[in-house]
């Protein structure tokens, strides 16, 4: 990931000293000798809400919850609270408490001690605002959060916890990333995050995991896990049973909904820009496409975005089931009458098709 530094100094000379562990104080552990810069320059900045990727973050908010089932809103909620223990009692079963694992428990608070701080002030840096703020359509069904938007904390927390619980036990690391998708998805499902705050959050989580796990301290934590809860499941046989029944669940190939693949599904962000001359027309003529377009039984979402600084300046970002669902739409009379009104009315037109990778 490309390095992003900025011009924070005294915040990072702040930092610096709290996170390469206080070893002027007898007897600390140093879990990471590093600085906040080195971490912290590793995220780049969030797109801005006028870019093609700002857009498709809220719409893609605003999708999920006009679909958002009683379900899906329990499993945000659960995550709304989170702990080293409940990702713990996944893998492991409900023993797995602070008073069965009292210094696993331990370990992992003085762990992510370590470096918590760094993402509240991290948030700072970037000053995101929350989903919800930027748009009142937005409506959450998780708790308000009172800070920052950019990256997730739960993700990012999340993240860092499967990377330390990956790293005692590699063998059930399968479990600790289903996890860490499990509190993004809920994040974004919950109304309080932009995917893309996720994605922030888990990959500065796992970079300061991965930064932490080379001190020697940090490797010494580690071993102390896995021996405790090794331990423990020789004397309780059913802990390791509930692990490999668990491993097994979460590497089972899903099946789809649809009888295909995801990889099918193509999205489109088509962007233009109107003439002065003609910019009733194209407005017209835009949101007439997008009436017909919804009704198309291949469109899975079809938005209409205006830019929030050259209202000349639209962009439709489109979700469809296959290719031959575009095939179809490009054949279609309320598209073929758009690109014919739209003709000679636009000073430029771009169109991008992409596919979920990741």
């Known amino acids: 990931m490309k390095k992003h530094p900025f011009p924070i100094l005294l915040l990072l000379i702040a930092l610096t000293p709290w996170l390469s562990g206080q070893s002027g104080e007898t007897g600390k552990k140093n879990y ?70 009292p210094r696993t428990t331990a370990l992992m608070q003085e762990l992510r001690a370590t470096r918590s701080k760094m993402i509240g002030n991290g948030k700072e840096i970037w000053k995101r605002p929350r989903p919800y703020q930027r748009s009142k359509e937005v409506v959450i069904c998780v708790k308000k959060p009172k800070d920052l938007s950019y990256p997730s904390g739960h993700s990012a927390t999340g993240a860092f916890r499967g990377a330390l619980y990956s790293a005692a036990f590699p063998e059930y690391k ?58 423990y499941m020789k004397k309780h046989p059913e802990v390791e049973a509930h692990a490999k029944q668990r491993l097994a669940e ?65 962009t439709i970002i489109e979700v469809w089931k296959n290719q031959e669902a575009i095939d179809l739409h490009n054949k279609s009379a309320h598209f073929l009458a758009f690109a014919e009104t739209i003709k000679d009315k636009v000073d430029s037109l771009s169109i991008d098709i992409i596919r979920e990778i990741y």
């Open 32 to 101: 990471y000798t590093g600085t906040a810069e080195d971490l912290l320059s590793l995220v780049p900045p969030p797109p801005a809400d006028d870019s093609p990727a700002g857009m498709a973050d809220l719409e893609t908010i605003l999708q999920l919850q006009r679909d958002r089932t009683p379900e899906q809103i329990a499993r945000a909620k659960r995550i709304d609270s989170h702990s080293s223990t409940q990702m713990g009692a996944v893998a492991f079963g409900p023993s797995f408490t602070k008073e069965n694992f």
């Open 174 to 231: 399968p479990i600790f990333d289903a996890q860490v998708r499990e509190t993004m998805w809920c994040r974004v499902l919950g109304g309080v995050h932009y995917p893309t705050d996720v994605m922030a959050g888990r990959d500065l989580g796992i970079r300061t995991a991965e930064a932490m796990l080379k001190n020697p301290d940090t490797q010494a934590a580690i071993k102390e896990i896995r021996d405790e809860i090794t331990a």
């Open 250 to 314: 979460v590497t089972a190939k899903p099946v789809s909904r649809r009888g295909k693949t995801s990889k099918d599904q193509l999205k489109i962000i088509a962007t233009l820009v109107a003439k002065e001359s003609h910019k009733s027309a194209v407005r017209n003529a835009l949101t007439a496409v997008v009436d017909g377009t919804r009704k198309e039984p291949g469109n899975i979402s079809y938005a209409l975005h205006q830019d929030t600084v050259n209202p000349l300046k639209y």
